[in-house]
């Protein structure tokens, strides 16, 4: 594997699957993935989510005994895991999985157990590589994130419900769409930002199926009256406020180079190059937040072609191992529990801001020591692999003679495939 088909695959991609043919052309290859539908694994919508969550809280099962939400979410960790494993467009791939962690939904809230697999099918994926501002309204729609955050339940305090309520504004949600979402602290928003914006998306709110169908509600009764002002923006009041609200960030300057930053940072450098910035940040502005013109730009960056030096999340680590030693599907691990024994489980981040994406986060001495133990557990699932050709077909031109001479002198194939999956080469992306 030469070495420009092998920084396709595993920079932009999620690593070789076995011995699966090489693009001739690996730039012309990543760019044409980005084009036509991405139907993504099949799985369950809001309504089934919404009725598992109802079976749960009628029959409360007991711990240690898998309930409905908890049934249906395993197969959605299941068929996500599944996909990534086997999906022919990998970089594609990869960015419906950025910009899940990007808009983080978690199952801090429990009844996002039952959501998260229709939020990342209908909010995330359809708009990978389409315009932001579709997938932000997607996404402050959908009821995963308006639960997760507490805005279904957000009560202006001069709205009609307000003037007698116990419960009054939440938030949460504005709060995350300004820091993490889309301007982020340095378009230089206040707290008095924060709450206006909490105000605007009073209202916004779900229904679970019982008196309305399941999905987005607006609540008109605790929507909070009259106009309202953030950064500098007059908003109307009404659904309509929040939507024109979040087109009014999603075109923002700042929105784009933090986005710009972000995408430089996982696919190029932990400390994202100011010029490869720059020519991302350009990109949205002059698209106006197209994301597929900005993904085709990154894998123009000459810096995206440079040395790997991108440490594998455990959650990259896993799909790398799983796609590289191409099981059959019944002789395939669960992908999800070793991601969890890794200690990124999918769905699990503990905060808002999602999952990290420097090395300084999953470098430290007790991480490394999991992934060499689970390295050497894995392998023993896989010794019936020759794991000198595996090391050539998974890592190319990025094979080192020394990890070459340790795989072929090591004193058995167990012994030499941990001794890859736990290579400086194989830990890079």
Not at 53 to 79: H, M, S, Y
Not at 337 to 365: K, T, Y
Request: hydrophobic share 40%.
């Amino acid at each position: 594997m030469d070495n420009h088909a092998a920084q396709a695959m595993i920079r932009f991609g999620l690593g070789r699957r076995g011995q699966e043919p090489l693009p001739d052309d690996p730039t012309a290859w990543l760019r044409a993935q980005l084009r036509g539908a991405d139907p993504g694994p099949p799985g369950s919508d809001v309504a089934q989510g919404f009725y598992a969550i109802r079976l749960d809280q009628e029959n409360k099962p007991q711990p240690g005994t898998p309930g409905a939400v908890r049934t249906l979410f395993k197969a959605e960790q299941d068929g996500l895991v599944a996909n990534a494993i086997t999906t022919a467009t990998p970089f594609r791939e990869r960015l419906v999985w950025f910009w899940a962690n990007h808009f983080t939904v978690s199952l801090r809230n429990g009844r996002t157990g039952a959501l998260g697999g229709d939020f990342i099918r209908t909010a995330i994926r359809p708009y990978a590589t389409g315009k932001f501002s579709d997938m932000l309204l997607a996404v402050i729609r959908h009821p995963a994130m308006l639960l997760y955050l507490d805005n279904a339940a957000s009560i202006g305090p001069n709205s009609v419900v307000g003037k007698t309520a116990k419960r009054g504004l939440n938030e949460n949600l504005a709060r995350e769409c300004l820091e993490l979402h889309t301007v982020s602290p340095a378009s230089g928003y206040t707290q008095e930002d924060v709450t206006s914006f909490a105000r605007v998306l009073t209202g916004w709110s779900v229904a679970n199926g019982d008196r309305a169908p399941p999905g987005f509600l607006f609540r008109s009764g605790i929507h909070e009256p009259g106009a309202k002002t953030v950064l500098g923006h007059e908003v109307p009041q009404g659904e309509a406020g929040g939507t024109d609200m979040l087109a009014f960030l999603a075109a923002h300057p700042a929105t784009y180079r933090h986005l710009a930053t972000k995408l430089v940072q996982h696919f190029v450098a932990d400390t994202p190059p100011p010029a490869a910035v720059h020519t991302i940040e350009a990109v949205l502005r002059d698209t106006k937040g197209d994301l597929g013109q900005a993904a085709a730009a990154l894998v123009g960056l000459p810096a995206a072609w440079e040395p790997l030096v991108k440490l594998r999340t455990p959650q990259d680590y896993v799909l790398a191992v799983l796609r590289a030693v191409d099981l059959p599907e019944t002789k395939r691990p669960d992908g999800a529990g070793l991601m969890r024994a890794l200690g990124q489980p999918l769905f699990g981040a503990p905060f808002p801001i999602g999952w990290p994406d420097q090395a300084v986060e999953w470098a430290g001495p007790e991480a490394m020591m999991r992934r060499v133990d689970w390295a050497y557990g894995f392998s023993g699932r896989a010794a019936a692999l020759d794991p000198a050709m595996l090391a050539e077909a998974s890592l190319g031109s990025f094979l080192t003679a020394d990890t070459n001479g340790a795989i072929r002198g090591a004193g058995s194939r167990r012994d030499g495939l941990t001794l890859l999956f736990t290579s400086p080469e194989f830990q890079r992306r």
